[in-house]
């Protein structure tokens, strides 16, 4: 459900404390954001989409809030960011535009990937496409309140953007495990780190998307999908990394709602780091490795599962190990490119947080020890 308006090229000077916009390759940036919202009181989500998003005034720089699958939700997209202070300036503007909309209609908006109380399944109460959406896939999003940060970032044109789509696969378990943020779902805790990841997993065609020869190979296999009644249209995919239907942007749809602005800006950047680093290889003539599809599907899932606080599954190896040992070998592999932008920095210290102090799951259970409370205060707080 894609609205952000993105394009590849390169905008602005540097942002302070940040490269300039010629040492990010002209590689542009831009998330979407989709949160929950909440009855303040009792936790529990509410459909007031509509209310909460009549009427607020335009935003800068090509910003947009918009509605979602279900009532129960909203989205904040950016405008075209360069660097990461542009990027954390314009998600945190957005939470606060958002906030301060949905305060209005006695609501709270809850940076979660899954909720926590939920109200009442409402499938029906759609029309265009999102209706289309609900009749083919039924009581699979009657209550589908799943909320992701998405990550676009410029490519020059879809024949490189598969090409680089091969180079990422390997490594977007890793991303899950850094963003797992929804433990609960239906007032249970799951024991899953990212239950979002799980319920998304039901759609046909989800997870790692497959290795393709080319662009071609890609659109069929879309057009295929859609012939098969998988999907509502070409402009839909479940896979976590895709090309973008409308925009030359590759998008990546594998990270939970951030509970922080920070740590979506450290997704953005991961994202962007990859993307570099495939172009690199490919400038060198360097295949992207493969990976089997059920080896893919294992690191998924066990991602979804443990997030940060158990095993993943190596890339290369084929195997489990230590969570901290995948996280490292994803820095290492993109430590060239992080450098060239000057964002290393900034992301090792975000992922030096999130191994001390847990992802937004680890937190979301420490803080509902607390009580409900102190949960819904974390949740719908600034951060």
């Given amino acids: 459900m894609s609205r952000i308006a993105v394009r590849h090229g390169r905008l602005g000077g540097p ?18 954001e989709e949160f929950l919202l909440l009855d303040p009181a009792t936790g529990a989500t509410v459909p007031r989409a509509a209310r909460v998003l009549e009427g607020h005034p335009p935003l800068p720089d090509g910003a947009s809030l918009q509605p979602e699958l279900r009532a129960t ?12 202070h542009e990027l954390r300036a314009q998600l ?50 009657a209550d589908y309140e799943a909320c992701g940060c998405h990550v676009h970032v410029g490519m020059p044109d879809r024949e490189t953007g598969v090409a680089v789509l091969n180079h990422l696969r390997p490594w977007l378990p890793a991303l899950l495990a850094l ?11 799951t024991g899953y780190g990212s ?25 069929d296999e879309v057009a295929r999908l859609v012939d098969c009644g998988a999907l509502v249209d070409e402009a839909m995919s479940f896979w976590l990394v895709r090309l973008s239907s409308r925009l030359p942007t590759i998008e990546f749809r594998v990270a939970d709602t951030a509970l922080t602005v920070d740590e979506a800006v450290l997704q953005a950047l991961l994202s962007r780091a990859l993307v570099r680093r495939a172009l690199a290889d ?25 997030g940060l606080d158990g095993s993943a599954v190596h890339p290369a190896l084929a195997q489990q190990v230590p969570v901290e040992r995948v996280v490292a070998a994803l820095l290492e592999h993109v430590r060239p490119a992080l450098e060239d932008t000057g964002d290393l920095e900034f992301v090792r210290e975000g992922v030096r ?31």
């Fill in 15 to 32: 942002g302070p404390g940040d490269a300039g916009a010629a040492a990010c390759g002209g590689l542009t940036l831009g998330v979407e």
């Fill in 282 to 306: 490919l400038a060198e003539g360097l295949a992207a490795p493969r990976l089997s599809g059920q080896v893919a599907a294992a690191a998924v899932w066990t991602a979804a599962r443990d």
């Fill in 73 to 84: 939700q909203v989205e904040s997209a950016t405008g075209i960011c360069t660097t990461a």
């Fill in 179 to 189: 963003s797992a943020n929804s433990p609960f779902d239906h007032g249970r805790d």
């Fill in 92 to 141: 945190r503007r957005g939470r606060r535009f958002l906030r301060e909309a949905a305060s209005l209609h006695d609501t709270a908006v809850a940076a979660t990937g899954t909720s926590v109380l939920s109200g009442p399944g409402v499938l029906g109460a759609n029309d265009g496409r999102f209706a289309r959406i609900d009749e083919l896939y039924r009581g699979m999003v």
């Fill in 353 to 383: 947080r999130l191994l001390r102090d847990g992802t937004g799951a680890r937190r979301q259970r420490h803080a509902l020890a607390a009580g409900l409370p102190a949960l819904l205060t974390m949740l719908t707080g600034e951060a």
């Fill in 195 to 219: 239950w979002r990841m799980v319920q998304q997993s039901r759609f046909p065609g989800s997870g790692v998307p497959p290795y393709f020869a080319d662009l071609a190979a890609y659109d």
